[in-house]
């Protein structure tokens, strides 16, 4: 049972617009949610975060929108920059349960 | 230089052999993890501990066992009785009870079924 789910394995996006990642999930007592970024062979990095009282954190150009009736979040970068080539993963843990919970990832493509 | 140091990056496992992937770190962490990937699959979480001599069994547990016997290391073994071990396997570490941002990642370790 897929408690976080990114439905769009893949995107693909012109240089210079906007990337929307998108991601949903079904568990209520999520109260703390995550991007990670992940290029071939390695580790993945931490992106930005946004607590369930919020329901904006912007970064530079990175913003993550919250929507809680929905259980929905997105991420969005603008503008879309080559670099930003790689899997995105959704995250979402209960804080005092100390351990997160990934989604499968959707991989973004920046078009030249 | 701190991080987390996943050992070996390639691992080949032959039928009915365990193999033991190492995850050092120097980030003075208490809480470390094991997650797998497999393609179109996400992370998912194998094993977790929070502290020395004490893990708690993830999400798809079965086939592997852990050891925490020091606060830097969190071997992870994928016995004969993981069916399915070929994936990409990431360590991770985070301050306990800061979990969120502060999960910091290795480079992980492909392991190959011959």
């Given at each position: 049972d897929q408690q976080v789910k990114q439905n769009s394995p893949s995107l693909s996006v012109q240089e210079g617009r906007i990337s929307i990642l998108n991601c949903d999930y079904t568990n209520s007592m999520f109260d703390y949610f995550l991007w990670y970024k992940k290029y071939p062979a390695e580790g993945p990095t931490f992106l930005i975060?946004?607590?369930s009282i919020k329901d904006k954190n912007e970064d530079g150009r990175?913003?993550?929108?919250?929507?809680?009736?929905?259980?929905?979040?997105?991420l969005?970068?603008?503008?879309?920059?080559p670099g930003d080539s790689a899997v995105?993963?959704?995250?979402a843990s209960v804080r005092?349960?100390?351990k997160i919970i990934f989604g499968k990832g959707t991989r973004l493509h920046i078009l030249p | 230089d701190g991080?987390?140091?996943?050992?070996?990056?390639?691992?080949?496992?032959?039928e009915g052999q365990n193999v033991t992937l190492s995850c050092e770190q120097n980030l003075n962490h208490d809480a470390?993890?094991?997650?797998?990937?497999?393609?179109?699959?996400?992370?998912r979480l194998i094993y977790y501990s929070q502290i020395v001599n004490d893990f708690q069994k993830g999400d798809i547990a079965e086939g592997y066992s852990v050891s925490r016997e020091k606060k830097e290391s969190f071997p992870l073994t994928v016995t004969s009785a993981q069916k399915n071990p070929t994936a990409f396997y990431?360590?991770?570490?985070?301050?306990?009870?800061?979990?969120n941002e502060k999960l910091f990642f290795g480079s992980g370790t492909q392991l190959s079924v011959l």
């Amino acid at each position: 049972d897929q408690q976080v789910k990114q439905n769009s394995p893949s995107l693909s996006v012109q240089e210079g617009r906007i990337s929307i990642l998108n991601c949903d999930y079904t568990n209520s007592m999520f109260d703390y949610f995550l991007w990670y970024k992940k290029y071939p062979a390695e580790g993945p990095t931490f992106l930005i975060s946004i607590s369930s009282i919020k329901d904006k954190n912007e970064d530079g150009r990175f913003t993550v929108f919250l929507n809680k009736s929905a259980k929905h979040l997105s991420l969005h970068i603008v503008p879309s920059q080559p670099g930003d080539s790689a899997v995105y993963f959704c995250a979402a843990s209960v804080r005092r349960d100390d351990k997160i919970i990934f989604g499968k990832g959707t991989r973004l493509h920046i078009l030249p | 230089d701190g991080g987390i140091t996943q050992s070996p990056k390639y691992l080949f496992r032959k039928e009915g052999q365990n193999v033991t992937l190492s995850c050092e770190q120097n980030l003075n962490h208490d809480a470390m993890y094991w997650y797998r990937q497999d393609p179109g699959q996400g992370l998912r979480l194998i094993y977790y501990s929070q502290i020395v001599n004490d893990f708690q069994k993830g999400d798809i547990a079965e086939g592997y066992s852990v050891s925490r016997e020091k606060k830097e290391s969190f071997p992870l073994t994928v016995t004969s009785a993981q069916k399915n071990p070929t994936a990409f396997y990431l360590c991770a570490s985070s301050i306990r009870g800061e979990l969120n941002e502060k999960l910091f990642f290795g480079s992980g370790t492909q392991l190959s079924v011959l």
